[in-house]
């Protein structure tokens, strides 16, 4: 995996990890290292439409994905989606020799590099997933060029019997999974971003202001019912309920001026933590953090992508018996005993995890079966907030 600092358990209980912003300088090689869920790619996204539309003011990361969309048929970016079947061929290109002739195939990054190279703007290129393929290998002699980026130099393509000079406009950005075990390491010295589980898009108040934002891109029908369901799913309080209308519009008079969406309207209206009894997505992802980070790397972590659109119990309880619970037992596979450690609750009286078997011993992970209780929706509020 990238090279990136390493987290203690401590750390990550003193403050609120977020994310860090790209530097106004943005590399020209950029890899997003980080575990599943923590928004890898809409970050690489985000710094992609910075770079080639800096006026762009996105209301969602769904109308960011659809203008960077829209930048690659405007052939200004392109997208690339890695696996353990892309090939060297597919990427840079090959040399076709027939009785006749020989020719040459150019692949996406060939493509995109000489594309770059006729612009007098910048070019962006996303590989998503970078963890899923050998990168030495797809991108050949292009790898030390492009994941060195102080090598200014003409590299020789033997697929193309050509040199290839990466211009200075062509960026390069990387998505890295480091709770899957690389195909390869990555030996780079161009820019890592560890991107961490970020509770504080978890807080009550960012999620009624992620629902806020999709309020004139949602039907009035279908918006009142995701609005209801998120109210109480949360618990709102009827102070916040009689205020919203103020507190959405100082927001909206903020992000015309600033471009940026701010919670501090909240705040301001006397809005806290007594106004919200419901669930506590942030702090149960940060709690269950906390415990993984007592016997695994940050690598590991619960990304809060996971998390961002539950809005009810029930889905609540279908991601953790679909997703999380078998996530960790994946993890946890030969130490069941740090597993059961981790989803204790004290006096609880629903395991998240039981036996498969009643007398069986637990050998591993797998000895041990999601609770049917927890699929069947009979878990409560109070069971979650074991886990704070």
């Known amino acids: 995996m990238p090279s990136a600092n390493k987290v203690t358990a401590q750390e990550y209980q003193q403050q609120e990890i977020g994310t860090a912003e790209c530097d106004t300088t943005t590399p020209k090689t950029h890899i997003w290292a980080g575990s599943s869920g923590v928004g890898k790619l809409e970050k690489a996204i985000k710094s992609a439409i910075s770079l080639l539309d800096s006026s762009y003011k996105a209301l969602t990361p769904q109308a960011e994905m659809s203008c960077f969309l829209s930048l690659c048929k405007e052939g200004k970016a392109m997208l690339i989606q890695a696996h353990s079947g892309l090939t060297y061929h597919e990427v840079v290109g090959r040399q076709v020799a027939t009785e006749t002739q020989v020719y040459y195939t150019e692949g996406d990054l060939l493509r995109a590099i000489r594309a770059a190279s006729q612009l007098k703007s910048a070019f962006v290129m996303i590989v998503n997933s970078a963890e899923q393929c050998d990168l030495s290998s797809l991108l050949g002699p292009l790898?030390?060029?492009?994941?060195?980026?102080n090598i200014e130099?003409?590299?020789?393509?033997?697929?193309?019997?050509?040199?290839?000079?990466?211009?200075?406009?062509?960026?390069?950005?990387?998505?890295?999974?480091?709770?899957?075990?690389?195909?390869?390491?990555?030996?780079?010295?161009?820019?890592?971003?560890?991107?961490?589980?970020?509770?504080?898009?978890?807080?009550?108040?960012?999620?009624?202001?992620?629902?806020?934002?999709?309020?004139?891109?949602?039907?009035q029908n279908n918006y009142e019912e995701k609005e209801r369901r998120l109210y109480s799913f949360l618990g709102v309080s009827e102070k916040l309920r009689a205020?919203?209308?103020?507190?959405?519009?100082?927001?909206?008079?903020?992000?015309?001026?600033?471009?940026?969406?701010?919670?501090?309207?909240?705040?301001?209206?006397?809005?806290?933590?007594?106004?919200?009894?419901?669930?506590?997505?942030?702090?149960?992802?940060?709690?269950?953090?906390?415990?993984?980070?007592?016997?695994?790397?940050?690598?590991?972590?619960?990304?809060?992508?996971?998390?961002?659109?539950?809005?009810?119990?029930?889905?609540?309880?279908?991601?953790?018996?679909k997703k999380i619970l078998p996530r960790l037992q994946i993890l946890f596979y030969n130490e069941p005993h740090?597993?059961?450690?981790?989803?204790?609750?004290?006096?609880?009286?629903?395991?998240?995890?039981?036996?498969?078997?009643?007398?069986?011993?637990?050998?591993?992970a797998w000895s041990l079966q999601v609770n049917p209780k927890l699929l069947a929706g009979d878990f409560t509020q109070k069971d979650f907030e074991g886990l704070y």
């Open 143 to 149: 790898y030390r060029g492009l994941l060195n980026r």
């Open 243 to 321: 205020t919203q209308d103020e507190i959405y519009n100082q927001m909206a008079a903020q992000f015309n001026k600033t471009g940026v969406w701010s919670v501090r309207a909240f705040a301001e209206h006397g809005i806290n933590e007594e106004d919200f009894s419901g669930v506590r997505l942030d702090k149960l992802l940060k709690g269950l953090n906390q415990r993984i980070l007592k016997h695994l790397g940050a690598e590991n972590l619960i990304g809060h992508h996971f998390f961002i659109n539950i809005d009810s119990q029930q889905e609540l309880s279908l991601l953790f018996g």
């Open 153 to 219: 130099e003409p590299i020789w393509l033997e697929s193309q019997q050509d040199y290839l000079l990466i211009p200075s406009n062509f960026y390069f950005f990387c998505t890295f999974d480091t709770s899957i075990k690389p195909i390869t390491q990555l030996n780079i010295t161009s820019w890592v971003t560890q991107l961490l589980p970020n509770t504080m898009v978890l807080s009550p108040q960012s999620l009624i202001l992620r629902l806020w934002r999709r309020f004139n891109d949602s039907p």
């Open 338 to 364: 740090y597993l059961q450690a981790i989803l204790k609750n004290e006096g609880e009286e629903l395991p998240f995890l039981i036996p498969v078997e009643e007398g069986i011993p637990i050998v591993n």
